[in-house]
């Protein structure tokens, strides 16, 4: 079992930056692939960044390559998202997500197991 808290989340200005974490429970936390998800006002869930147990493997939506970056520190226990040239249409609530797996990414919101409650993300214009 898996419990995951993001924190970071608030109200920013376009063109601001936050960092959001997500700390993980658990003693295995080096074995879980991790991801961000985002749901905006009116919209459904969808795939913000991924990052494989190691670290070693990427991806991004195509809407906030260059401007976000997925991290992670086992030693930790925790997945950080930095989020710069913030946008009002990234206006959402921020979810991580953890599923166990010991290769590659995960982009899908259907292959997670666990999932934090959630951060409120507001870019205002």
């Known amino acids: 079992q898996v419990q995951l808290v993001e924190s970071g989340g608030g109200l920013v200005q376009a063109g601001g930056s936050l960092r959001l974490s997500c700390a993980a429970s658990?003693?295995?936390?080096?074995?879980?692939?991790m991801g961000w998800f985002r749901q905006g006002p009116g919209k459904e869930r969808e795939f913000v960044a991924a990052i494989s147990w190691s670290g070693g493997n990427l991806a991004y939506a195509d809407s906030v390559k260059g401007r976000f970056t997925i991290s992670r520190d086992n030693a930790k226990n925790t997945v950080y998202l930095q989020m710069k040239s913030l946008k009002p249409e990234d206006t959402a609530v921020y979810y991580c997500?953890?599923?166990?797996?010991?290769?590659?990414?995960?982009?899908?919101?259907?292959?997670?197991?666990?999932w934090g409650q959630g951060t409120q993300v507001t870019v205002s214009s």
């Open positions: 658990g003693r295995t936390f080096n074995s879980y692939a």
């Open positions: 997500a953890a599923v166990r797996r010991f290769m590659g990414v995960v982009t899908t919101s259907a292959e997670y197991d666990y």
